[in-house]
């Protein structure tokens, strides 16, 4: 059973392409999140969502949009792909954000061409 | 605003032996949470271990534990008894309060030598 997923695992694409990362949780946490891992392994956070509701939106270009159709899911819509678009996007849910234990997705590695 | 530094960009350890990440934070609140996640090649971030800043109690979770200086702002992770499944990346986080963001240190890299 996993307890957080998100498809595609891998997307290769073109720049100036439009594409969506999916997540979904069923853990049956409220709140769920998206982060960003660079070639630097480095790991910032982009949105936030908890029932439904956005919670933190980051400096993040206006082309990504996180839509949460209810509280086990989690998807992440990109417009326009840039070249530095390219990471790790790693989803994540924890029961509330009170400082619990943030349960992560296996990633989806983008690439951008 | 808070940072989370790890000033060990790479570490090596020998199997069976017992290593220690070093971890600096800066906040300027009482109450918060720190983590320490692994991300094997695999690369899913798992956690290790988790500590609230209230509790003066080192954390522990069988071969692992913190060494939590509040004072002086700094959250260690030893590891014992290294195993060639401890080989990953190590993050040190740092999280406010409710309905606040994770801020991920910038990562150690381990690799246990056989």
């Known amino acids: 059973d996993t307890a957080v997923s998100q498809t595609p695992k891998y997307l290769v694409t073109q720049m100036g392409n439009d594409k969506s990362i999916k997540c979904e949780q069923n853990?049956?946490?409220?709140?769920m999140y998206w982060y960003k891992q660079d070639s630097k392994k480095f790991l910032k956070i982009m949105f936030s969502?908890?029932?439904?509701?956005?919670?933190i939106n980051e400096t993040v270009p206006n082309r990504f949009s996180p839509k949460s159709p209810d509280k086990a899911h989690l998807n992440l819509h990109i417009n326009s792909l840039e070249l530095g678009d390219s990471a790790v996007y790693f989803c994540a849910s924890s029961q509330g954000q009170g400082g619990e234990t943030q349960y992560f997705g296996p990633g989806t590695r983008l690439l951008v061409l | 605003a808070q940072t989370v530094t790890q000033s060990q960009p790479e570490m090596s350890v020998q199997e069976a032996e017992t290593v220690t990440l070093s971890c600096t934070y800066d906040?300027?609140?009482?109450?918060?949470?720190l983590f320490w996640y692994k991300q094997p090649p695999s690369r899913q971030m798992i956690l290790v271990i988790r500590?609230?800043?209230?509790?003066?109690q080192n954390a522990t979770e069988n071969r692992f534990s913190v060494n939590f200086q509040k004072a002086a702002k700094s959250f260690s992770l030893k590891i014992s008894d290294s195993q060639l499944g401890d080989a990953a990346m190590y993050f040190c986080a740092y999280m406010k309060t409710s309905y606040d963001k994770v801020i991920f240190g910038p990562g150690t890299s381990l690799s246990v030598i056989p």
């Open positions: 500590q609230e800043a209230y509790k003066q």
């Open positions: 906040t300027s609140e009482s109450d918060y949470y």
């Open positions: 969502y908890n029932n439904k509701e956005l919670i």
């Open positions: 853990l049956g946490h409220d709140t």
